[in-house]
């Protein structure tokens, strides 16, 4: 429906300009994270390199600071460090996605830009329906819909989206994540010779000990993949419990790694291994891009997880997209690392020092402010190391576990911690922070800490801690941010 669509465009464009101001004057807005212009903005969807550029596509709310009929916004890159916001890509204005323009993915194919989406439906009981949809793109900007190529198959719930295709061999794939009518989460696999066509070929089912059923009533954003000489599928699986530090979030993000028989389909796996432990983390999508690298970008937002408590909301806009990751496995995991590029953003070297510091607490000349990446190399950790952040959050070390410390987003006399297990000790962490963004990577990407943080504006100050004697070197630069 163009009219629809221009209706919906216009809006959109006028919501920005209303409140370009408010955003704008926000002390925590982003430098080098990807944000809405306005309102509100999720998942990463359709994450290409296509021609040479990067197509970067996200769920987007223009209208409000909570969820609704999504748009698809687009930004596009040729390293990473320059982006272009495009015009919108996809708006939600016909009767398979009148209720937005869900989450999904990107191929190229004959030259061609092809996306697929989840339309969403509902009727006026709240009644939903889920539509698998494709668009076409010629130039990259421009995008026709080509309407549904895939419908919900018996089994399953409406809760039936987020398809990512990709080629293997011969055929091309598709991976939906969906809610079985007995309510167990799946990731249901479809074969195709066209990218119109679609045959269904079944969820995938998993080894004996270790099943993939009963793990969560829903699966989110599923993602299949090589990594090294292993099959990956990961996905944002919905309703685990809270098992020890695991699992600590509304929801997780994560994956398994084995062989997958795409005939069966079934998947010969391990066991779930969560992707990031920090506060806000998930929907995270890949891209293999021309230089085969595995490349992944996650929303720093969690469904359902405190979203109205940011203090962002007041401004009219709420989350971000992390930082591009390159995935490596490393024979038992996946490694995530910041992409090399991003080196572009530092500034000179602010400073490079080694430091001991004995039960003391110590400010490090030069070492703070908000937009900037640091970097840690430990030789030794006596007892106990920490770093405050801007007098907001904490990460400290101590007998074998990280624990990242703040505020509760609703009631800030409480303290809130997520924490991992290091078996091998705290070897080095490596920070970018970016106002009110954090990633932080340890152990050279073994595990990642991503959370918003939201210290006072003017804060600046990071300061270490050490019970009995630590000693580190210590690097930090200055970054320029995304232009
Ligand atoms: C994940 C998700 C997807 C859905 C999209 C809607 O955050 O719920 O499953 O397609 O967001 O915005």
Known sequence: MAERDQELRQAAAAEIDKYKEEVESDPYRLLFHHMPPVGLLNDPNGFVQWKGTYHLFYQWMPFDTGHGAKFWGHYTSKDFVNWVHEDIALTPS?????????????????????????????????????????????????FEKQGVIAELPEGYTAHFRDPKVWKNGEHWYMVIGAQSKDLQGKAVLFQSENLYDWKHLGPVTGSLENNLDEFGFMWECPDIFELGDQDILMVSPQGLEEEGMNYANTYQSGYFAGKLNYEKPKLE???FHELDRGFEFYAPQTTLDEQGRRILIGWMGVPDQYEQAHP?????????LTLPRELTWNGEQIIQKPVNELKEMRGPALIHASITIENDQKAVRGIGGRATELNLEFEQIEDQFAVELFQYAAISYKDGILTLSRPHLENREKTEFRRVELPQGLRNLHLFIDQSALEIFVNNGEEVFTSRIFPQPEEEDILFTSLGESSFSIEQWKLSGFT
């Open 269 to 271: 796996h391990g066991s």
């Open 312 to 320: 962002t909301v007041e401004k009219q806009w709420v989350h971000c």
């Open 94 to 142: 016909d009767w398979y996605d009148k209720n937005g323009v869900y989450s999904g993915s990107a191929v190229s194919h004959n030259d061609r830009l092809y996306l697929f989406y989840t339309g969403n439906v509902k009727d006026e009981e709240g009644n939903r329906e889920a539509y698998q949809c494709l668009a076409v793109s010629d130039d990259g900007v421009n």
